[in-house]
C-alpha cells in the first residue's frame, strides 16, 4: 500500500474525532488499520497549513501532547482548551473523560478512500506479530539477563 493512501485513510479516521474529544495515536492507527502509532505521528507531521484535519485531537496515551520538533504544543494546547478539553496542572487530559470512543457498529472510517472499511472489519496481516498481552500469555518466563552478559563482556563492557 502507499504511503499516500495510509496517509489518507488516517486522515479520515481522524477528521471524524469530534470537537471537544481527543484519541490517541494507537487509537487512530487502530481504526485505520494497517499501521502503528508512530506513522499516524508521521502522517500528522506531513500536514500542509490550511488543512481541515483536526490533528490537535490526537494525543499520546498518556493523555500528553507529543513534543514536536516544529514546537507546536502550545497552539495544539490552546485549540483543545478553545473545544472544551481540560488539562490537569500536569499537562494531563483525562481520557476517560474526554477521551473519544466510536459507538459500536458504527464505521468510524466510512469516509474511507478505500471503501469504508472499518479497520474491525479488516482481515489481519500476514506474519503481524500477536499483540503484546498475548504474546507475554504465550512466551514461557526467562530468567534475567546478568548485567555482565557474555555478548557485553566481550565488547569490553561491564
Given at each position: 500500500?502507499?504511503?499516500?493512501?495510509?496517509?489518507?485513510?488516517?486522515?479520515?479516521?481522524?477528521?471524524?474525532?469530534?470537537?471537544?474529544?481527543?484519541?490517541?495515536?494507537?487509537q487512530i492507527a487502530r481504526l485505520a488499520g494497517r499501521c502503528g502509532a508512530r506513522q499516524v505521528g508521521y502522517a500528522l507531521a506531513a500536514l500542509p497549513d490550511g488543512s481541515d484535519v483536526p490533528w490537535q485531537r490526537v494525543i499520546n496515551s498518556q493523555g500528553k501532547i507529543s513534543m514536536r520538533r516544529s514546537g507546536h504544543e502550545d497552539l495544539q494546547r490552546w485549540l483543545l482548551e478553545d473545544e472544551g478539553v481540560e488539562f490537569s496542572l500536569a499537562g494531563v487530559v483525562d481520557l476517560a473523560r474526554f477521551g473519544w470512543?466510536?459507538?459500536?457498529?458504527?464505521?468510524?472510517g466510512a469516509d474511507f478512500p478505500?471503501?469504508?472499511?472499518?479497520?474491525?472489519?479488516?482481515?489481519?496481516?500476514?506474519?503481524?506479530?500477536?499483540?503484546?498481552?498475548?504474546?507475554?500469555?504465550?512466551?514461557?518466563?526467562?530468567?534475567?539477563?546478568?548485567?555482565?552478559?557474555?555478548?557485553?563482556?566481550?565488547?569490553?563492557?561491564?
Open positions: 500500500m502507499s504511503g499516500k493512501g495510509l496517509y489518507e485513510r488516517i486522515y479520515a479516521v481522524v477528521r471524524t474525532v469530534p470537537p471537544g474529544r481527543v484519541a490517541t495515536y494507537g470512543q466510536p459507538e459500536p457498529g458504527v464505521n468510524a478505500t471503501g469504508g472499511t472499518a479497520a474491525a472489519d479488516l482481515p489481519p496481516v500476514p506474519g503481524r506479530p500477536p499483540r503484546a498481552k498475548e504474546r507475554a500469555a504465550k512466551t514461557p518466563a526467562r530468567a534475567p539477563r546478568h548485567p555482565t552478559s557474555i555478548r557485553g563482556a566481550r565488547k569490553g563492557r561491564r
